[in-house]
């Protein structure tokens, strides 16, 4: 009889616990990945752009950085472009505008340079040869995108096609928590 | 033969029995122990085996052709060639990126430690089991013992098997990023830049001592060098004129000795341009920097700054 009751507050106990947990924890991460790269700065990158200009992603501080990992021939690239394209028109417009580049993914230059005069886009592309910044973003499937703050710490991770508007009101959002 | 003799000869058998086992146990782990790895390529192999491919099932970076395994491998080949992390560090900076899903080599931490717990444990309770079996068949009255020495033996067991675990995981187990010296020079430079730049807007000195320690490891950090000697020169400002003429004496010094390590930083011509117009009164001097400034593309932040600031130093200029 004492055992049955000891056992019955148990798993009271242990219920009690699990929907603590249920409550407290964040579970809407929204359009964000995780990453344990987020909130750390962000990994060296230095690399030259397709143009054969040369990028240190350390001497962008100062300014919000958006990188967006790319392949010509990947679908989920393609179909967001559109959506890049648009975010980059409205960045340019601002003092404070992003800085977007794009990070091309085991691609030949002449495919992007091919594929960036059909369907505009205007911001440096940068080389990837060896997939060394892949690696150091942990990114192991295009398309990725990634936000890093003027401070130079990671702030979001986008796995997958960004929908449309999804970059600008996540700028919004990041720009109001970074001046509060 | 006599009982003596008799008695004599069995701890002798013994003994050259135990040396023989031994002999062949050393013989047997001499000819399976993997030696080192001898070439690079051996490290590269080594490693790429302990990491799975992020993109494919079941298949280590060493065995799979998938892109994301192929840019691993070339990290970790770069690694190795670079000599500068541990084949442990190596591992752990690719876990990092990636996540602990990664690793074939299974944590000794945390719930992926009972993997490396339960195997001793069990062999060991087993072993226990067996031993108290043939213990009963030797001599059934054991069988009717009280329960207190099969309690004991029952804690040794579990004790012997745990303790046995810990200690494999402990030496087999993979290690994390922070759960061993894996923090790179690099890695502590760039973290103490972005906390001395987070700094750098509400506590001055904060930032001037980050920039500093940068320093110390890494002398010829030309964010460090600039920086530190906007904020010093920000902040000597509200002192009396002899104090700011050092500080803009030991600013430009610094902004020429970014320039000159690294003549495309770009922040540096700046600063320069800002601190010569502001601090100097030089305003030919200052359009030039900040013109030269503005077409190498400066960070947002800065290029507000300079860009206001040139149509003040036209005006001056008339």
């Given at each position: ?8 507050i148990v798993a009271a106990l242990v219920l009690a616990a699990l929907v603590a947990v249920l409550i407290v924890s964040d579970g809407d ?19 030259t752009t397709i143009d054969d200009q040369p990028f240190a992603l350390a001497r962008r501080k100062g300014s919000w950085v958006v990188l ?113 | ?318």
């Amino acid at each position: 009889m004492k055992a049955a009751r000891l056992g019955a507050i148990v798993a009271a106990l242990v219920l009690a616990a699990l929907v603590a947990v249920l409550i407290v924890s964040d579970g809407d991460v929204g359009v964000g990945a995780r990453s344990p790269l987020l909130g750390q700065p962000a990994p060296a990158v230095s690399t030259t752009t397709i143009d054969d200009q040369p990028f240190a992603l350390a001497r962008r501080k100062g300014s919000w950085v958006v990188l967006n990992f790319f392949n010509s021939t990947c679908v989920p690239c393609i179909a967001e472009h559109p959506s890049l394209v648009e975010f980059a028109r409205g960045e340019s417009s601002r003092v404070d505008g992003v800085e977007l580049y794009t990070v091309v993914n085991d691609d030949a230059d002449d495919a992007v340079r091919d594929f960036f005069t059909s369907n505009g886009g205007d911001w440096p592309k940068l080389r990837d040869a060896d997939g060394a910044i892949a690696v150091a973003f942990g990114v192991a499937k295009v398309p990725e995108t990634w936000i890093i703050d003027p401070n130079g710490f990671v702030r979001l991770r986008i796995i997958g096609q960004l929908a449309s508007g999804v970059l600008e009101s996540q700028m919004t959002r990041l720009r109001e928590t970074s001046e509060s | 033969m006599s009982e003596t003799t008799a008695q004599r000869r069995v701890p002798r058998r013994a003994a050259w029995l135990v040396i023989i086992v031994a002999a062949a146990a050393l013989l047997v782990f001499g000819t399976v122990r993997e030696g080192g790895p001898l070439t690079q390529q051996d490290r590269i192999d080594a490693v790429t085996k302990r990491i799975a491919c992020p993109t494919c099932d079941g298949e280590s970076v060493y065995v799979s052709r998938a892109s994301a395994a192929e840019s691993i491998r070339a990290e970790v080949a770069r690694q190795v060639g670079d000599g500068v992390r541990t084949d442990d560090e190596i591992v752990a900076y690719v876990a990092e990126r990636f996540g602990g899903q990664v690793l074939l080599v299974p944590r000794a931490t945390g719930l992926d430690a009972v993997v490396w717990i339960l195997p001793p444990l069990f062999t060991a309770v087993l072993l226990g089991a067996l031993w108290m079996a043939f213990r009963r068949w030797r001599a059934p009255s054991v069988a009717t013992a009280t329960r207190r020495p099969l309690l004991v033996a029952l804690a040794l067991v579990v004790v012997v098997g745990v303790g046995g675990g810990v200690l494999v995981a402990r030496q087999s187990g993979q290690r994390l990023p922070l759960e061993t010296l894996t923090g790179g020079i690099e890695d502590s430079t760039a973290s103490l830049l972005a906390q001395a730049r987070l700094a750098s807007g509400t506590d001055v000195a904060s930032a001037i001592e980050l920039y500093d320690r940068v320093l110390v490891t890494d002398p010829d950090n030309v964010e460090a060098i600039t920086y530190r000697a906007w904020l010093v020169m920000l902040s000597a400002r509200q002192f009396d004129d002899d104090l700011q003429r050092q500080a803009y004496g030991a600013s430009v010094a610094a902004f020429g000795r970014a320039l000159e390590l690294e003549p495309s930083y770009v922040d540096a011509l700046c600063f320069l341009g800002i601190v010569v117009f502001r601090d100097g009164g030089d305003a030919e001097s200052s359009r030039e920097f900040l013109t030269r400034c503005l077409a190498g593309a400066p960070p947002a932040e800065v290029k507000g700054l300079v860009e206001s600031l040139l149509v003040e130093v036209e005006a001056a200029l008339g």
